[in-house]
């Protein structure tokens, strides 16, 4: 009797550990796919936009994958797998965020296919890298090397990346100005990444995308302090100070008790005196501009100093923050004081004009024409309401980055799915030479790179079967430019129509989304934790 349930009992046992495993594999796959389905409509010039609505009522529009995916509640953690992916993708190539999610819910179903013929996930996993590597080689072969000099080579990405979003008709402004930015940052000759930082947005509501600008300084969203003070200086000497021009306060809290008038008259008059005292110095070293810290501990700049100040016709812009210290000091060339007696005319900043403008309903403080400029920029955005204007930030923010990857990796390649497709043609026929299971699972992985030009056909109303087609058709007679003409709607030479996107987007989706699929299929449970 023992002696039979024994055998029984292994059986089951193994049976069940089969099973698991699959079942995990499966659901992970369903959940990461639903997450790409769920963002596939907004791919393209062509694409749909979301309106995300968060707990507070707030709504954003966006176009922007990364943007939608990192708002999107998420709860299984393959699907997270994939919010993380577009997030990678928006730090590698800042553009492209949409593509890799889409791109790896692909190479999922494609996997699930090959594990519903018994491949073993590690096979396909291995040739899964065997074919990301590929892939890259391919990428390289057909890109177009571009020089950063060659500006319409730039401005035709710029355009390309911000074609599909929501601010899209602004294109004609929006890209110059991320190109120029850009520029006036690099060393065509020795740079090979650009700090992001360095180029300052700001945002003010108000008038229109339009009235954007570029500008070659600085701008403080705070206004000059109103205490008769100038509020426009020509000629401008630029002081940034750290510390205070207020009365000291005591390490401890301890209160002071005044008797009689006399005592209380000697003490304001000691104040007025200390606070002359650091205003005489800063006018005597040539500032006529005064940027302060802003200060947590005490006032930065008290009315009475802000009185003196502007009695001697000093400008003051108060509440620099901290982190702006770095921007400030690059984009005006002065350098932070962080004690009175280290102000000295060597740390002033000079440019031709700091002024205070009007911005819709609020104020803005302009410096421009910098002598020593530091390598920093400033774009201001403008827009008509909230959403528009922080899509408008989005957008540029991938256009900057698109210039950036340029910058990285100077090749181009053509967009509107000719790489895609060109790697799908060349995947399958690589696929061929290849033996046993790899030439099966190349031959899965070329179909699914297909995924792309179908949806930007399917999203710009075309038949995504025919057009798909006629686009593998054309690539395999070794048209490698030829992509998706999504505004005209038939295939032609896209690297005419100059959409152009830069090597890095489409290579890093590529790779970034076979890893991803590569660690999903690795996965054969999900361990909860107690707590
Ligand atoms: N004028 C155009 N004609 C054809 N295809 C275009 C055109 N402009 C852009 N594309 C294509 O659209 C795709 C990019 O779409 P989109 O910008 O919506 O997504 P993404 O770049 O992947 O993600 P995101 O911009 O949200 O980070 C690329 O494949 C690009 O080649
Ligand atoms: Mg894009």
């Known amino acids: 009797m023992t002696l039979k349930q024994t055998p029984m009992k292994a059986k089951q046992a193994e049976f069940k550990d089969k099973e698991k495993p699959a079942q995990i594999r499966s659901s992970n796959i369903v959940a990461a796919k639903a997450v790409a389905d769920a963002i596939k409509t907004s791919l393209g010039p062509r694409g749909m936009d979301k309106m995300i609505q968060d707990s507070k009522g707030e709504v954003t529009i966006t176009n922007d994958g990364a943007t939608i995916l990192k708002q999107m509640k998420v709860l299984h953690p393959a699907a997270k797998m994939l919010v993380e992916l577009s997030k990678a993708q928006d730090a590698e190539a800042g553009d492209g965020t949409t593509s890799v999610v889409i791109l790896a819910g692909a190479l999922l179903e494609a996997s699930q296919k090959l594990l519903s013929r018994g491949i073993h996930p590690s096979r396909i996993s291995d040739a899964l890298l065997h074919f990301s590597t590929y892939a890259l080689t391919v990428l390289e072969d057909m890109a177009i090397p571009v020089d950063l000099s060659d500006r319409n080579a730039l401005l035709h990405s710029a355009t390309t990346a911000l074609n599909s979003k929501v601010v899209h008709e602004h294109c004609g402004l929006l890209a110059p100005m991320a190109v120029d930015a850009v520029c006036r940052l690099v060393d065509p000759a020795k740079d090979t990444n650009v700090d992001l930082n360095d180029i300052k947005i700001v945002k003010k509501l108000g008038e229109t995308v339009e009235d954007s600008k570029l500008i070659d300084g600085i701008i403080f969203t705070q206004k000059t302090e109103a205490f008769g003070g100038p509020n426009k200086m020509e000629k401008a000497k630029i002081g940034l100070i750290q510390f205070c021009i207020s009365p000291p306060k005591t390490d401890m809290d301890n209160t002071v008790i005044v008797r009689d008038y006399s005592a209380m008259d000697r003490i304001l008059r000691e104040e007025r005196q200390y606070i002359l005292n650091i205003t005489k110095k800063i006018k005597a070293a040539g500032c006529n501009v005064l940027l302060v810290q802003k200060s947590i501990l005490r006032t930065g700049v008290s009315d009475l100093a802000l009185h003196l100040l502007a009695k001697q016709k000093i400008m003051v812009v108060k509440d620099i ?149 006629e686009l593998r058709s054309r690539h395999a007679k070794g048209e490698t430019n030829a992509g998706i003409n999504v505004r005209k709607g038939w295939i032609s030479n896209i690297v005419e129509e100059n959409v152009l996107q830069p090597l890095l987007v489409t290579s890093s989706a590529v790779t970034l989304a076979a890893e991803c699929v590569r660690s999903i299929l690795k996965i054969d449970d999900i361990v909860h934790v107690i707590n």
């Open 321 to 469: 923050e901290r982190e702006d210290i770095e921007f400030v000091c690059k984009a005006i060339g002065c350098r932070p004081v962080a004690s009175l007696d280290h102000f000295t005319p060597e740390v002033l900043g000079t440019a031709e004009l700091a002024e205070e403008i009007r911005a819709g309903s609020s104020k803005l403080v302009m410096v421009t024409g910098v002598q020593n400029p530091g390598r920093a920029v400033s774009i201001l955005l403008r827009g008509s309401n909230r959403q528009v204007l922080e899509e408008a930030e989005r957008s540029m923010h991938d256009a900057l980055c698109v210039i950036r990857c340029l910058v990285k990796k100077r090749f181009l390649v053509p967009g509107g799915g000719a790489p895609e497709a060109e790697l799908a043609v060349k995947v399958s026929s690589y696929g061929q030479t290849l033996q046993g299971m790899d030439a099966y699972c190349f031959r899965v992985f070329a179909e699914a790179l297909e995924v792309i030009p179908s949806i930007l056909a399917e999203n710009a109303g075309l038949s995504p079967i025919s057009t798909v087609t």
